[in-house]
C-alpha cells in the first residue's frame, strides 16, 4: 500500500479561491462594525453635547472662576 501524492498542480489557485473572498469580507465587516458601533455613536453623543452647550454661559463660568488673564471676573 502506497501513499497518495500530494496534490501540487493548482494548489495556490485552490487555496485562492478560499481565502480571497475571506481576506476581502472580513475587512469590510470590520469597517463596517467600526463605523456603525463607534463612530456613529461618537457622532451623535458630539450632536446631542452641542445641542445643549451654552457658550456664554461656559465663559462666564470660566471668568467667574479667574482662569482668564486678560478678562477679570464680574466681583472684582
Known sequence: MSLAKPAMRGLLGKRLRFHLPIAFALPLV????FKYGVTEPRKQAYA???KQYDTTAEFNNIREAGVFESVRPTGK
Open 30 to 33: 470590520a469597517a463596517a462594525a
Open 48 to 50: 446631542n453635547f452641542y
